[in-house]
């Protein structure tokens, strides 16, 4: 059995959180590689190192000082040190040269992967495990994409003899020799293809939460945990606004069907959330989570037998990319379809698109709808259950809520339902009653 544990920025803020994180490394010895992020917020209101090294970066490459932003840096990775009572450990030679890259030839990826880096070196020092720069092991190709291929070659043939290693997140190297980051949230990515690399059996993804959560508790009070989700439920939530892990993380481990454990490091006895390829475990509540987002609106194109000609959808279709909008959902009836689209991304152009589509489609009417917000209601156990969309509309009927467009994707996977913005919370927090609350 061998595991990667990945972990956030705040289980990693300080001294103490040091201590957590090297407590959960020894209680379990498969947990073989660690993957650290920067130090994130010790309170809110505080800092990201991440955060912090950027703007070194802005101010030297603006030729403004950023020496007393490098010395707040410094400093917490001070306060580290000091509070894990590291003797003979020094950071300074790093510091020295991250001053000297700055003030002779500031880079932003560089600058910006330093959190990554420092914080690992002082990791590897205190669990007395090998430090492997993930400058060497993480391979970029031409195009500033990860070269997946690369890089597990180079991981393997790295890590091979080494039975415990700590590689930094968030970065890798180019072609160019030169660093390069992840986007932002990027060590999730790292410890994803560590996992993936090393075939390990479990990728633990150590956060703050206890994992995913049926809803937002920023609508719902209090709303129960997911035990387990697979990769494609994540992906529908994810996408409709669920974050805890970065969206590039799945790809590398579900190539090779590892597990994700999300895992707060602060209720380290929590089992946390599993996600996976497939699994037989039912959700208990019928669904698996619920996610949404305001902000769209519907596109309404009518015409008299609409159903018998061929192409039509085509070219209607052809009015949204010819002005380079993506659609989100697109309904239909018999002689009326819907395209639904981001609010942000049409409104700009709207006239142009209604224009385009007499133009290509020569339709009765085109009526546009604003100030939608669609809500998915995703679970892999909805297929086998009767009456699963009947219970939504019956709450959000319950809760006057009117919703405006229905659409349930052939996977049978989600439901998605549009209702009015100002009706988004209602409509949430009455889903979450009906399958969850009730349930209780
Ligand atoms: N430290 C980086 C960030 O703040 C990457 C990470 O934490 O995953 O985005």
């Known amino acids: ?28 010895p498969t947990r073989l590689y ?32 950023f020496r007393p932003t490098l010395s707040m840096i410094r400093g917490r990775y001070d306060d580290i040190i000091v509070g894990l009572g590291l003797k003979n450990f020094t950071l300074e030679p790093d ?29 590897a020092e205190f669990i007395g495990f090998e430090f492997v720069d993930a400058a060497d092991v993480v391979v970029f190709d031409e195009d500033g994409g990860l070269s997946l291929r690369r890089t597990n070659k180079a991981m393997a043939n790295r890590l091979q003899n080494l039975e415990h290693v700590v590689i930094p997140g968030f970065y890798g190297r180019g072609v160019d020799g030169k660093i390069k980051t992840f986007s932002r949230g990027g060590s999730d990515i790292t410890g994803s293809i560590v996992a993936g690399a090393m075939k390990v059996d479990v990728y633990e993804n150590w956060t703050d939460v206890s994992g995913f959560l049926v809803a937002d508790p920023r609508i719902v009070e209090n709303p129960v945990a997911i035990n387990t989700i697979t990769y494609r439920e994540l992906r529908e939530l994810s996408y409709m606004g669920a974050a805890v892990l970065h969206e590039d993380a799945i790809f590398p481990v579900r190539r090779s069907g590892i597990p994700i ?66 659609f989100e959902h697109m ?68 809760a006057h809520v009117n919703v405006r467009m229905i659409d349930q994707g052939s996977s049978e996977l989600n439901i998605i339902v549009g209702v009015e913005n100002r009706d988004f919370e209602t409509a949430i927090r009455a889903i979450y009653d009906i399958f969850v609350t009730t349930t209780l």
């Open 1 to 28: 059995m061998k595991k990667v544990v990945k972990f956030g920025g705040s289980s990693l803020a300080d001294a103490a959180q040091f201590k957590k994180v090297a407590a959960i490394i020894r209680d379990d």
């Open 261 to 326: 454990n999300i895992r707060n490091t602060n209720r380290p006895e929590d089992k946390g959330t599993w996600i996976v390829e497939s699994t037989a475990q039912k959700s208990g509540y019928t669904i698996t989570g619920i996610a949404g987002k305001k902000g769209f609106c519907a596109v309404l194109i009518s015409k008299a037998m609409m159903n018998s000609e061929i192409g039509f959808g085509r070219k209607v279709l052809q009015a949204f990319e010819e002005n380079n909008i993506s």
């Open 34 to 65: 660690v993957v650290p992020s920067a130090p994130g917020k010790r309170f809110s209101g505080d800092e990201k190192v991440t955060d912090l090294l950027y703007r070194c970066y802005d101010k030297a490459a603006a030729g403004e000082d």
């Open 95 to 123: 510091f020295a040269e991250i001053e000297k890259s700055l003030a002779e030839n500031p880079e932003r990826d560089y600058t910006a992967s330093r959190g990554e880096y420092l914080n690992s070196k002082i990791m």
């Open 331 to 398: 309904p239909s009836g018999i002689d009326t379809m819907t395209i639904v689209v981001h609010e942000d991304e049409f409104l700009h152009k709207e006239q142009k698109v209604v224009s385009a589509i007499h133009r290509l489609a020569s339709p009765d009417s085109v009526e546009i709808e604003s100030d939608l917000a669609l809500i998915a209601i995703v679970g892999r156990g909805m297929k086998s259950m009767r009456g699963t969309a009947g219970r939504i509309f019956a709450a959000l009927a319950h």
